[in-house]
């Protein structure tokens, strides 16, 4: 879970990283936004440097910037720990130069794609030591838009193109994630998930994060059940895990086949 803190009520950025921690999230989400890749502003690295003591979770800075060659060592100075960059954005030579940067300061480097952005043929070369792929599902500039459909099948190729490729990092799903979309776009591959609005939408932060784990807690077992019923192994399975799987039976329908696990 990676909540993006441009979402809800204006700013208060402290505030929602703390809260955001306290519910045990795993990244926090820095929507960097300058006004000219995207029609829209936000915070640039100096903010990011300030809010740095805020928290020891890592920050997954998303750059919807021009030009990011000219500003990645501000973000690297800033202590992000994912920086991720457009395609849109920069040359293959620049982004070379980018991921190199990155990794010289152990920082993992992203790349984050467009709904109509396919992923760059140059990019594959660089794919071994690449750590996430953003998979955009709205068009950057705003938090709180509607997730785009078309963008499921796109990532299940996406996922594909780039697993074929050498690809070992995670697939982060940005825009419009909540607790309808999240798990089509875990089916579909992705594995970080980046909620804004249904984060801090609401003035419960509690009941949304707890929420949106379950929904990836139940696509995670779905998945588990299937693998172990593939593997001829399901009976045992499900009575290895059964106090996990309780509370998701309903869900995956399973609760006469539990109920009967002595
Ligand atoms: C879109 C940003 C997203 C967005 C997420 O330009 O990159 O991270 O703010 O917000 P929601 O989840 O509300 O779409
Ligand atoms: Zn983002």
């Given at each position: 879970m990676s909540p993006s803190i441009?979402?809800?009520?204006?700013?208060n950025y402290e505030d929602k990283i703390k809260k955001a921690e306290r519910e045990g999230v795993e990244l926090i989400h820095l929507d960097v936004m300058?006004?000219?890749?995207?029609p829209n502003s936000t915070f640039l690295a100096d903010t990011i440097k300030k809010l740095r003591p805020v928290t020891t979770l890592p920050f997954d800075a998303h750059l919807m910037i021009e030009k990011p060659i000219d500003h990645i060592d501000e973000y690297i100075d800033a202590r992000c720990d994912i920086i991720t960059v457009h395609a849109e954005a920069c040359t293959e030579k620049e982004f070379a130069v980018i991921q190199e940067r990155c990794l010289a300061a152990g920082i993992s480097p992203g790349i984050a794609i467009n709904p109509?952005?396919?992923?760059?043929?140059?990019l594959y070369p660089y794919l071994p030591d690449l750590d996430i792929v953003i998979v955009m599902s709205v068009n950057p500039g705003f938090a709180g838009q509607k997730f785009i459909p078309e963008t499921l099948p796109k990532m299940v190729a996406v996922n594909k193109e780039l697993r074929e490729h050498g690809f070992k990092g995670y697939i982060e799903a940005d825009g419009g994630i909540d607790a309808t979309t999240l798990q089509p776009v875990y089916d579909a591959g992705a594995r970080i998930f980046v909620a804004g609005s249904a984060v801090?939408?609401?003035?419960d932060i509690h009941s949304a994060v707890i929420h949106l784990r379950h929904k990836a807690a139940v696509t995670l077992e779905k998945r588990l059940l299937e693998h172990s019923t593939k593997l001829g192994i399901r009976a045992d399975w499900m009575k290895a895990r059964k106090n996990i799987l309780i509370p998701y039976a309903s869900e995956l329908a399973i609760e006469e086949e539990l109920n009967a696990i002595k």
């Open positions: 441009i979402a809800g009520e204006k700013e300058d006004g000219r890749f995207v109509k952005t396919d992923v760059p043929k140059w801090y939408g609401n003035s």
